[in-house]
């Protein structure tokens, strides 16, 4: 079953991000177990969704995992369910790019708990690390 939550929610005005997002969490469904839930919005965008903070341009989309075999996935099949050339892999992160947008995902096993916004995962506002923004 296709993940649709970002195109059905318009988060981004770039339908490409959305359509991005979604195939990122599709293939987390695909691997069982709720897994999706171990991969979460955080940073700005985040807080935006919840409502903590109000809109501001976004210079970056990070994300935060907590399971450490998805992540490992994602560092190996990221660029072949994104059909992107360029994924840069660093030990406790992920960075590509998607239409000219910085998209991050990292790495925090102390990552615990989750804000589902419509089908949106995001990481509790008040448990996002400045390191995120």
Do not use: W
């Amino acid at each position: 079953m296709a993940y649709l939550s970002f195109t059905q929610q318009r988060l981004f005005k770039n339908s490409s991000l959305n359509l991005a997002c979604n195939k990122i969490y599709t293939a987390l469904q695909e691997q069982g177990g709720e897994r999706e839930f171990s991969l979460a919005l955080t940073g700005t965008i985040s807080k935006i969704v919840q409502e903590a903070i109000p809109p501001e341009p976004i210079k970056v989309i990070p994300f935060v995992i907590n399971d450490p075999e998805i992540f490992k996935y994602l560092k190996k099949n990221l660029g072949g369910i994104l059909k992107i050339k360029e994924v840069i892999l660093y030990k406790t992160s992920i960075h590509f790019n998607v239409k000219g947008n910085l998209l991050e995902i990292h790495y925090d096993e102390t990552f615990k708990s989750i804000y589902d916004f419509e089908g949106i995962i995001c990481q509790q506002a008040e448990e996002i690390s400045p390191k995120y923004n």
